[in-house]
């Protein structure tokens, strides 16, 4: 499999610049990791540093692809008004927000109209190929077996794909298994897992504190 040109960015731990680092060398990154650790932040700044940094006629990410598995029962979204796009926004504001730190809105929406960024149902790529793309998958620990097995068969030439959540937050209603199938691919020589912890929480102190407290509740219960 042959991936784009990797590029630097700042970390603000250790953990941040094992995962960069990891993006950097391959094709498929997984990362496991609680809430305000960078695990989206990061490889959408990754995703717009290589789309900005490619060059003209040579191969390179002209599209960025976001995915994000919609939990709250498949058959309501029908139910939603509006186009395809229209129905998923509401699911896919996280991600948008964080490429609000690279475009403004107006860029964004010409974006998407001129297909640069993608918002891609889970249930529609089935059959497709991603090529010289970009594919971040948001809060992956709500994707099934299934789910993530066509995600991972779905890679191309010139493509790269990091699928992000936190194992600790999964809100299928049978356990989720985003952490073993993570550290099994991971054999993979192209395939990349990385788990961060709170001690790579950036966001804030008292997020921090928070999954601290999280985690001593937790473990009083075993």
Do not use: W
């Not at 960015?9 to 941040?16: D, F, I, K, T």
């Not at 990154?29 to 959408?44: E, L, M, Q, R």
């Not at 054999?187 to 985690?215: A, H």
């Amino acid at each position: 499999m042959t991936a784009p040109i990797p590029y630097k960015m700042r970390a603000l731990s250790r953990g941040q610049q094992e995962f960069i680092d990891t993006l950097n060398r391959s094709v498929i990154t997984f990362c496991d990791g609680p809430a305000g650790s960078g695990k989206t932040h990061i490889p959408v700044a990754h995703a717009v540093e290589m789309m900005r940094s490619r060059k003209h006629g040579t191969p390179g990410i002209k599209k960025l692809v976001l995915c994000r598995p919609v939990v709250s029962a498949s058959e309501e979204i029908g139910f939603l008004p509006g186009s395809l796009h229209e129905k998923l926004g509401p699911f896919m504001t996280p991600l948008v927000d964080e490429l609000r730190y690279h475009y403004s809105r107006d860029v964004i929406n010409a974006m998407i109209e001129s297909e640069q960024i993608e918002i891609a149902h889970l249930g529609m790529i089935r059959g497709r190929s991603f090529i010289e793309s970009y594919v971040i998958v948001d809060e992956a620990q709500n994707c099934t077996f299934t789910e993530i097995r066509l995600l991972l068969t779905r890679i191309g030439h010139y493509s790269k794909m990091t699928l992000c959540g936190d194992s600790t937050q999964s809100d299928l209603p049978f356990p989720s298994r985003f952490r073993e199938i993570a550290e099994e691919m991971s054999q993979e020589d192209e395939i990349g897992f990385v788990q961060l912890d709170d001690d790579d929480i950036q966001r804030s102190k008292l997020i921090k504190n928070i999954e601290k407290r999280f985690t001593t509740l937790q473990q009083r219960r075993r």
